[in-house]
């Protein structure tokens, strides 16, 4: 599929987003962390900066960005009907619990109800987003179990490692969020790691001879392209990566997504407070650039049913 790049920064901005309001939400209501007006402020904004940048990054794909609305009336089907209606109605307890936390200083009574309601909804949000690729049974590389896991998992992570830079730069760092964070990475990297060994390993659902029915007669394999030039299905549907250049870009994010936070967030435990307040907010830029890449290539090694009527031998 092509890696278009309004997708890319929609699933990493809003995934960071929602995991960080997630986080706030959850341990603020457990009282883990402290109502403090500014840190607040920062925390819940950058959450609802990055998860507005998302959303609104998204609209740049569609063909008619100003007929997006209409997609909220088809919530009974779409999946992705669905992650726009709960992103909304996210922004409803985010923002209670935000101005109850800045502007009272508090986050318990009333304001728990609107923490626990932030946090299911900022989790349902990420995974409606990863049911608008699971459900496509045309695309097998997306319609497996491992996609869900892994957009929780990395939305939680990135989140939890902005928590912990903020935390620290308002001098409230506490160990708890620099091991939730490690905890969130060391996850993350295995269910992206299983993720990788299923669509490495993962039988073909469908061939040229299933697709076409002319099985029988032995191997199928295009003689003609059915058109001269390039059109939208294989523009949209049938890019390519070569087998090198993913290899490559996978060590590229296992290093920038995981290995370099994990890194840096055990130092965290060593290190002065400037130096760790340093470390913590190159450990999420890492973790940012990392998902990034990761992105990149969960659409580009992605590939469609219909590209079987193109030359591709199995998908």
Known sequence: ???????????????????????????????????????????????????????????????????????????????????????????????????????????????????????????????????????????????????????????????????????????????LLAWIALGLVLVATVVKLGYWRHIDAAAPRSTAETATGLGGPGKVRLFEAPHTGENYLMREMGFRVARKHAAKLRRIALLLAFGVPLLLTLLLFLLSPLAGIAAAFLAAISAMAGVFVERWLFFAQARHAVTLYYGTSEV
Not at 89 to 110: E, K, R, S, Y
Not at 118 to 123: A, G, Q, R
């Open 1 to 175: 599929m092509h890696p278009a790049f309004s997708v890319i920064f929609f699933t990493t901005m809003s995934g960071a987003g929602y995991g960080l309001l997630a986080l706030m939400s959850l341990l603020g209501t457990l009282d883990r962390l402290p109502a403090d007006r500014w840190f607040g402020l920062a925390g819940l904004g950058l959450g609802f900066a990055a998860v507005s940048m998302g959303l609104l990054s998204s609209t740049f794909h569609l063909g008619h960005p100003e007929r997006a609305w209409r997609a909220f009336s088809q919530w009974r089907s779409s999946w992705l009907s669905r992650e726009g209606l709960i992103a909304c109605i996210t922004f409803l307890p985010a923002g209670l619990f935000a101005l109850g936390w800045v502007l009272l200083q508090t986050h318990d009574g009333i304001w728990v109800a609107f923490g626990v309601a932030t946090f299911l909804l900022s989790l349902a949000t990420i995974g409606c987003t990863a049911m608008i690729y699971a459900c496509l049974k045309p695309i097998p590389r997306w319609s497996n179990g491992w996609t869900l896991p892994v957009y929780l998992a990395l939305g939680l992570m990135t989140g939890a490692l902005w928590l912990d830079a903020l935390a620290l730069a308002f001098g409230l760092g506490d160990p």
